[in-house]
T-cell receptor, first 113, second 113 residues
Framework: DTEVTQTPKHLVMGMTNKKSLKCEQH?????MYWYKQKAKKPPELMFV???????INESVPSRFSPECPNSSLLNLHLHALQPEDSALYLC????????????FGDGTRLSIL | DAKTTQPNSMESNEEEPVHLPCNHS???????IHWYRQLPSQGPEYVIH???SNVNNRMASLAIAEDRKSSTLILHRATLRDAAVYYC??????????????FGTGTRLQVTL
C-alpha cells in the first residue's frame, strides 16, 4: 500500500471527453508532482506544485490542466486528449520541493479511444 | 543536467548479494545521488540517496566512489520481491531544479531461484 492515493486506477475515455485524475496524500507534504509513463519507458515529469503553487510546467500541452485545491490534493484535468496520450499517469509528493525523497502513487492507467 | 549510465539488465540468484552500478562522470559538486526502483505495476519507490559518504538503510547500501564519478547500489540478499527496474538519478541542489527527478532508462534486475 502506498501513502499517495490515486483515483481512478483505470480510465478509458474518448477524444472529446473531459475527465479528471485525482491524487491525495495526508503526509503533510508541501510539494506534489505529476509524471507520465509510456509503456516500457521511464517516468517523465509533467508538473511540480510547491506550496500549492505551480512551479514547474515541462512544456506540457494545454489539454492537460493541473490543479492543486489544497496541500493534500492534486488534480489533473483532461480535455480533448489524443491517442498518444494513453499512458500511466503517476502522482508523487515530497516533504518539500528540494532533495527530499518523492513518494509515488501506483498511477492511473489512461486509455484514449 | 548531469547524466547517468546504467546497464540495461542484470540477473541475480535469490539470497545472493547484488551490486548495481551507475556511472555519472559529469557529476557536479552539488549533485546528490538518488536511487529509486519500480516494481511491476507499481509507482517508483525511493530506495536510498547520498552525497559523498557511503550510506546504509534497511533496504540497501549505497557505495560512492571517492571521485564521485560512479556509485553502486548494494542489495545484501536479493529476494524475488526485489525484481524491478532500478533508477540512478542525480539531483542538483545548486540550481534550483532539485525538485525535478529525471529518470534514465534504469537497470532491469531479474532475480531467480
Amino acid at each position: 500500500d502506498t501513502e499517495v492515493t490515486q483515483t481512478p486506477k483505470h480510465l478509458v475515455m474518448g477524444m472529446t471527453n473531459k475527465k479528471s485524475l485525482k491524487c491525495e496524500q495526508h503526509m503533510g507534504h508541501r510539494a506534489m508532482y505529476w509524471y507520465k509513463q509510456k509503456a516500457k519507458k521511464p517516468p517523465e515529469l509533467m508538473f511540480v506544485y510547491s506550496y500549492e503553487k505551480l512551479s514547474i510546467n515541462e512544456s506540457v500541452p494545454s489539454r492537460f490542466s493541473p490543479e492543486c485545491p489544497n496541500s493534500s490534493l492534486l488534480n489533473l484535468h483532461l480535455h480533448a486528449l489524443q491517442p498518444e496520450d494513453s499512458a500511466l499517469y503517476l502522482c508523487a509528493s515530497s516533504q518539500d520541493p528540494g532533495t527530499q525523497p518523492q513518494h509515488f502513487g501506483d498511477g492511473t492507467r489512461l486509455s484514449i479511444l | 543536467d548531469a547524466k547517468t549510465t546504467q546497464p540495461n539488465s542484470m540477473e541475480s540468484n535469490e539470497e545472493e548479494p547484488v551490486h548495481l552500478p551507475c556511472n555519472h562522470s559529469t557529476i557536479s559538486g552539488t549533485d546528490y545521488i538518488h536511487w529509486y526502483r519500480q516494481l511491476p505495476s507499481q509507482g517508483p519507490e525511493y530506495v536510498i540517496h547520498g552525497l559523498t559518504s557511503n550510506v546504509n538503510n534497511r533496504m540497501a547500501s549505497l557505495a560512492i566512489a571517492e571521485d564521485r564519478k560512479s556509485s553502486t547500489l548494494i542489495l545484501h540478499r536479493a529476494t524475488l520481491r526485489d525484481a524491478a527496474v532500478y533508477y540512478c538519478i542525480l539531483r542538483d541542489v545548486g540550481t534550483g531544479t532539485a525538485s525535478k527527478l529525471t529518470f534514465g532508462t534504469g537497470t532491469r534486475l531479474q532475480v531467480t531461484l
